[in-house]
């Protein structure tokens, strides 16, 4: 069974977790989502495993763990969401917002409270759930544990949502959810409302930018837009930093102009 | 057969040791503790080892690299460490002091070195006895080798040791063991010898800090003092960098004095 | 079966790459060679790609993509390769360059062009076919698919080579090749062709340079050549960092000469 990793330890704890993984399912195949979420940086995280979750196979165990409330009275939590096609995934980590949007990805999906104090290590530090309960709670799971057995069904749970970009005639308006490690923009404006052909122009701060099919089709340091590989509208710089080049971050609005589209020209 | 890996080598040469070590093992689950331990510091390899082995499961074999008498005379060693439950840890590495305090905290130990040259890679670089030594060692021992099979027991082995900070009637005195990559300060001192509780206020470097379960219990930018998740007295700041709000280093000391405890107010 | 990966991605992104191959081949055994090549740079990715893939095991798959005309019209291609013992290596990539001189360093090779669409993701997208090609095109093949099965044998794929640095009566000649994290230089100088001795002296920019066989024969900050664990001659600075110390970058020209050997004094 595959069990996910995702984080903002950066080096060296995510290892404790493994340990104790393989030491309650050692037939586990442990595969790291990323442990380099900035710090405390629930929305990057939930980006993260909301993109990154759905290309797992069916019954991954997905632990994540961005928790700046960890030892305060946040809740521990596990979700479970099913897929259209009926692909199951299981989500854990603590109750701020981090797994909902990946679950709800996904499909339809329960979340439960985790109060089996049982399957818990039998010390539980104050500061690193991940050890002591997120990952022995995955790893149980991963063994076949049922759900409903970590605790009771809740629906209080802390919700988490990008928001959706929305197009008006002449615009798309939406923000930035994440900038991925080469400084692309991934906006909220999903690939779906996007009716743009390769070589129609957007105007973005003033300066006019191409939507093409990928980085390559415009010339290094030039300015592009595309379907990026999560589905949604990006804003790209061909070999260069589009977040530097817009001076754009986190949660800034974006607006798009349709300029004039290469069939008109 | 769990077998983890720790060295100072950042990217790129972990990738030959697995291929060897499964090339011996197919079978082998290998799991990465850390490869950004800073270069040649046996002590901060040493620290990251002893707190993360112990959460494997028995029979792990931890292959260790932090060498930086890689060539020279210094000696290759394995030890085998039984913890008072029974289970089993074995660590390969260099003869530096890098997998002592690791194996003396699983329990009793034994240290060969390692001198069975028909169990080297056939061409030993003399430089990356990672690849050519440690290695296909540790990968024989997870597959069954017994160590007294790699060489001959050995009592001169380098030790090192963290020291253990004391408690005097007004403060708790000991030094920097290891600065997280989160910039929380490491002592020495126990969490069995402290006997505070929640809100008691130590003061370090004439700034009064409370004792707390977390650190969501204090205003963000705030230091608190806590047992990490290492088991020793921490020092951490919300949010932020202990290591740089204290100016503290490795091997610095720390002084806490007791100040007044809130039950007394 | 083992499947490596190697790229410039970064963080994040390998993950997705990991599910896929998970969902079609959920035995594999996937291990990273590295995903911090520098980004686009082809000739780096080869050069970690030829000196790590040949220490893993036989019908080991190599994904690699550091593929900055992605979405473009370059052809993706699969090579086989066999060593002179009969071992296999598969490696899967973009056809830039990036997989040959790996394939050519096993030994005998041939290439495909990756033309049978039914083995990709139902959705390519523009800008990610490690995910979408790469990623189950290796998976199939760990499985056991035939590479013949992947498309055509073409022989017009693109080239890198290395070149061969030369010895003249007095001198070696030869080129940067990898700056490994270290700072090490190594060059395209092959050992077969260095016949120095311990403490044989080399003048590199003017500079006396010791011929060792470890860092750690000389003081801390000191350079000196060695054969390094990749089988070409390098220069190092112990505890330090070469390619500051003598100011040189990727494809930058190196002089050694022959100075006094040890023997002559």
């Not at 809740?75 to 701020?96: E, L, T, W």
């Not at 949502?161 to 900038?179: C, E, M, P, Q």
């Not at 930018?209 to 949604?232: A, D, K, M």
């Amino acid at each position: 069974m595959v069990i996910t990793l995702l984080s903002d330890f950066g080096d060296v704890y995510p290892a404790s977790m493994k340990g104790v993984i393989l030491g309650i399912n050692p037939d586990a195949n442990i595969v790291d989502i990323s442990h380099s979420i900035p710090r405390h940086d629930i929305h990057t995280g939930a980006f993260v495993l909301m993109t990154s979750a759905k290309y797992f196979p069916t019954d991954t165990v997905h632990i994540a763990v961005v928790d700046p409330g960890v030892g305060t009275n946040r809740r521990p939590v596990a979700a479970r969401a099913q897929s259209p096609d009926g692909d199951i995934h299981y989500f854990i980590g603590p109750d701020n917002g981090l797994l909902i949007p990946a679950a709800r990805s996904i499909g339809k999906f329960e979340v439960y409270e985790i109060i089996n104090r049982k399957l818990f290590r039998s010390n539980v530090s104050s500061v690193f759930h991940g050890k002591d309960i997120f990952a022995p709670i995955g790893a149980h799971i991963s063994k076949g544990l049922g759900i409903e057995e970590v605790g009771t069904e809740i629906f209080d749970f802390i919700d988490l949502d990008f928001g959706t970009g929305i197009k008006t005639a002449d615009s798309f308006l939406g923000k930035v959810i994440f900038l991925d490690p080469f400084g692309n923009i991934v906006t909220n404006i999903s690939s779906r409302g996007v009716e743009l052909n390769f070589g129609d122009i957007l105007e973005i701060e003033g300066i006019k930018v191409p939507f093409l099919n990928s980085y390559g089709f415009c010339r290094e340091g030039e300015p592009l837009t595309l379907i990026g590989s999560h589905g949604f509208l990006e804003i790209a710089v061909n070999q260069g930093n589009a977040a530097r080049f817009f001076d754009k971050k986190i949660d800034d609005e974006i607006i798009a102009y349709l300029s004039f589209s290469k069939a008109c020209t």
